[in-house]
């Protein structure tokens, strides 16, 4: 979807989106136009607007979600605004049967805050007493409800990023309705919670499955549930799926690649020649850049400046989210690296965005072509070879730090290293780069 921008109707700026296509049997209208109640004359460049259209943008969003689930979103819109009016009163919502089942305090507490107001309205009363159900949700509409309250986190992430994003998560989801179905949140217990975790259990004890992913999984759903119930205040029953990971998981760290190896089996005359040339190429600049493999193949052409003093790359957070924000740097060019990108100023635009396709098209090729020195070995393992190859130089850690794009955990003072002074320590491991690339 495009960036939403405000739009002026009658000296208002207002949200104005075409309904879309998957909704288009549940709103009949053809736009949705919501106000922002901001006028064009207070508000001349619509930055205030913006702002605002955001939260309009997520509500809207929220109520096409309700209209497919067979909900009605004005329950849930309910439900909000006693949330609002309680914490004007400085109490936190309760449903009526969740209260009653509390301290006669708290219902007497309730009640003079319900006196000062001189009886308030029917919307008060509610508010803090509970008078308001809250909307049921089942686990198969928990990614949806997780991906709107995240979507501040996700705004900067790139079409790819956003599907391999949205795959674990309905991974996680699809397992848990395969075990206890497709419950609703509010109804989940400790047994599925057990469930849960006993399903893999069987699995890690049958070799299908490794610790860490298992944990993974788990985390996924665990993470989904606690911020589905902290942004919607539903009540749900987190304990029923505390404490569920495994004991005794491995990094799985990924075995680099000797100098040997490297050198006189990949760099090999025609070693690679059965890639297609970006493939072939990105292999080439991973063994001397250790950039990780989707780094590489979304440069971009401005991204790539061979003109300059000290050719280099810029690893940029454009069109797509950086895995942390350190991982943005200047990366100088040399030995296979400056060679390939020579023969690539554009870069890749088979695998842009595309990552996951191109490691499996080259772990696939090394693992067909007995290029590897065990099974475990994969193309991030180039990237571990640079950092092996690095250190052995024994260069400060803020050289290493801001080659690899990792955290340092000290105080940066300065600018920090010149391309010239990391060009340098490069120029020290860099390979010869095959007669033919």
Same mark, same amino acid.
């Given at each position: 979807m495009k960036r939403l921008r405000p739009q002026d109707r009658g000296g208002i700026w207002y949200l104005v989106r075409r309904i879309p296509k998957e909704y288009q049997q549940l709103d009949k209208r053809r736009f949705a136009k919501v106000s922002t109640g901001i006028y064009v004359a207070d508000d001349p460049r619509g930055a205030r607007a913006a702002r605002v259209l955001v939260d309009l943008n997520m509500r809207l969003e929220e109520d096409w979600a309700d209209l497919a689930a067979g909900r009605?979103?004005?329950?849930?819109?309910?439900?909000?605004?006693?949330?609002y009016v309680a914490s004007a009163y400085g109490v936190a919502y309760q449903p009526a049967a969740e209260l009653g089942a509390g301290p006669f305090s708290e219902i007497m507490r309730r009640l003079d805050l319900l006196e000062e107001a001189k009886g308030g309205d029917a919307l008060t009363a509610d508010a803090l007493f509970g008078g308001v159900e809250r909307p049921e949700m089942r686990v198969s509409e928990l990614v949806e409800a997780y991906e709107q309250a995240q979507s501040a986190a996700l705004s900067g992430h790139s079409p790819n990023q956003l599907k391999q994003w949205r795959s674990h998560k309905l991974r996680a989801a699809r397992t848990a309705i395969s075990i206890f179905g497709d419950k609703s949140l509010l109804a989940l217990t400790r047994d599925d919670g057990l469930a849960f975790r006993r399903h893999f259990q069987r699995r890690i004890t049958a070799g299908e499955m490794t610790i860490k992913t298992a944990n993974i999984e788990i985390s996924h759903l665990t993470k989904m549930l606690r911020t589905v119930d902290m942004e919607r205040a539903m009540g749900i029953p987190l304990e029923a799926f505390a404490n569920l990971r495994f004991e005794g998981s491995r990094d799985g760290r990924r075995p680099p690649f000797s100098v040997d190896h490297i050198r006189d089996v990949l760099l090999a005359e025609g070693a690679l020649s059965g890639l297609n040339e970006e493939a072939r190429r990105v292999v080439y600049v991973m063994v001397d850049t250790g950039m990780r493999p989707v780094e590489i193949v979304n440069l971009l052409p401005q991204h790539i400046r061979l003109d300059a003093e000290v050719p280099h790359v810029a690893v940029l957070?454009?069109?797509?989210?950086?895995?942390?924000?350190?991982?943005? %740097?200047?990366?100088? !060019?040399?030995?296979?690296?400056? #060679?390939? $990108?020579?023969?690539?100023?554009?870069?890749?635009?088979?695998?842009?965005? %595309?990552?996951?396709? !191109?490691?499996?098209?080259?772990? #696939?090729? $090394?693992?067909?072509?007995?290029?590897?020195?065990?099974?475990g070995h994969s193309l991030y393992g180039l990237r571990h070879s640079f950092e092996d190859r690095l250190t052995a130089l024994d260069p400060p850690d803020k050289i290493i730090g801001r080659l690899m794009g990792h955290k340092q955990?000290?105080?940066r003072y300065g600018d920090g290293p010149s391309l010239e002074h990391l060009q340098g320590w490069l120029e020290r491991i860099a390979f010869r780069a095959p007669a033919s690339l």
């Open positions: 009605d979103p004005r329950a849930r819109r309910a439900l909000e605004r006693a949330q957070g454009e069109e797509r989210r950086l895995k942390t924000f350190v991982s943005e %740097r200047t990366m100088p !060019l040399v030995g296979c690296a400056l #060679a390939a $990108l020579k023969l690539q100023p554009e870069g890749f635009p088979t695998y842009r965005d %595309r990552n996951d396709v !191109l490691c499996r098209e080259i772990n #696939a090729y $090394l693992a067909d072509n007995g290029l590897r020195p065990t099974p955990y000290r105080v």
